[in-house]
T-cell receptor
Framework: DSGVTQTPKHLITATGQRVTLRCSPR?????VYWYQQSLDQGLQFLIQ???????AKGNILERFSAQQFPDLHSELNLSSLELGDSALYFC???????????????FGPGTRLTVL | GQNIDQPTEMTATEGAIVQINCTYQ??????LFWYQQHAGEAPTFLSY??LDGLEEKGRFSSFLSRSKGYSYLLLKELQMKDSASYLC????????????WGAGTKLIIKP
């Protein structure tokens, strides 16, 4: 158990819908990262927040958005869902924001999103 | 561009030793991570290398050569539970020092 929690574990929805995925980082961690992993594919970095502020953006679609709240939990919002958005969505957390080069990311159990 | 290469799949026998290679070409190098990921589960941290040489941690060891852009993960005394994907990730210098991830190596252990 990494200490990172994600809800829900599974989500099934229809095309065109909107969903929100939630992540709570490990105690003491200030950075939250979101990743997408499609079936048998590698991890695709989406976005990073540090202490409430956006720090880096990866291959995140305009239909997707995220935020980190004052209590440091984060939400990833996915809208106008398409079949291709079906994937595992992981949240990871770390203590620092990246400038500490030894900073290690710890992953939550993921949310499996199925778009029908 | 940024590129990390790992073999797609490897097979090994229970009790044996296997070496999983990772080569990288990145704009900047600030350390290399190895993670283990069982199917459908979260990646879990295995090791971090930033200096050349071998780091040993129980049955797992990780090696780095910065001049060659090369790392390997060595797994000894293989157990069936070691069947998983092994992900190599490099911390570059772009985009707030984000990790650049390889596609992973799926390791299949046979009895």
């Amino acid at each position: 158990d990494s200490g990172v929690t994600q809800t829900p574990k599974h989500l099934i929805t229809a095309t065109g819908q909107r969903v929100t995925l939630r992540c709570s980082p490990r105690s003491g961690d200030l950075s939250v990262y979101w990743y997408q992993q499609s079936l048998d594919q590698g991890l695709q970095f989406l976005i990073q927040y540090y202490n409430g502020e956006e720090r880096a953006k990866g291959n995140i679609l305009e239909r997707f958005s995220a935020q980190q709240f004052p209590d440091l939990h984060s939400e990833l919002n996915l809208s106008s869902l398409e079949l291709g958005d079906s994937a595992l969505y992981f949240c990871a957390s770390s203590v620092a924001e990246g400038l500490d080069l030894t900073d290690t990311q710890y992953f939550g159990p993921g949310t499996r999103l199925t778009v029908l | 561009g940024q590129n990390i290469d790992q073999p797609t799949e490897m097979t090994a026998t229970e009790g044996a030793i296997v070496q999983i290679n990772c080569t990288y070409q990145t704009s900047g190098f600030n350390g290399l991570f190895w993670y283990q990921q069982h199917a459908g589960e979260a990646p879990t941290f295995l090791s971090y290398n930033v200096l050349d040489g071998l780091e040993e941690k129980g049955r797992f060891s990780s090696f780095l050569s910065r001049s060659k852009g090369y790392s390997y993960l060595l797994l000894k005394e293989l157990q069936m539970k070691d069947s998983a994907s092994y992900l190599c990730a490099v911390r570059g210098s772009d985009s707030n020092y984000q990790l650049i991830w390889g596609a992973g190596t799926k390791l299949i252990i046979k009895p």
